[in-house]
Nanobody, 123 residues
Framework: QLQASGGGLVQTGGSLRLSCAASGRTFSSGYAMGWFRQAPGKEREFVAT????????AYQDAVQGRFTISRDNAKNTVYLQMNDLKPEDTAVYYCAARPGAVSIGPAKTYDYWGQGTQVTVSS
């Protein structure tokens, strides 16, 4: 139901834009969307979240000012613009959805998940 794309290999300081398209279900009304990431050997961690109206966003401290989450409800799609990427941003990135208000995690607070897209930042 959630399909993440846009990952890839980029050098330090580069940019990527992740997309997460929903199908089979509309997440545009009443659902907050989030991005999480999971590096090898680590737990899945919260990255960013956005309310269904886009009126509220929240970010992990480590990405604040570098990443921007947005959504286009007409397209049932959420985005994560990632700038000034660092090697520590390397991970599989997942999009997720939950009914109601935004949540900064943990992952179990989200009900619907995409399959993940790999982001690798080389030094």
């Amino acid at each position: 139901q959630l399909q993440a794309s846009g990952g890839g290999l980029v050098q330090t300081g580069g940019s990527l834009r992740l997309s997460c398209a929903a199908s089979g279900r509309t997440f545009s009304s009443g659902y907050a969307m989030g991005w999480f990431r999971q590096a090898p050997g680590k737990e899945r961690e919260f990255v960013a979240t956005i309310s269904w109206s886009s009126g509220r966003t929240a970010y992990q401290d480590a990405v604040q000012g570098r990443f921007t989450i947005s959504r286009d409800n007409a397209k049932n799609t959420v985005y994560l613009q990632m700038n000034d990427l660092k090697p520590e941003d390397t991970a599989v990135y997942y999009c997720a959805a939950r009914p109601g208000a935004v949540s900064i995690g943990p992952a179990k607070t989200y009900d619907y998940w995409g399959q993940g897209t790999q982001v690798t930042v080389s030094s």
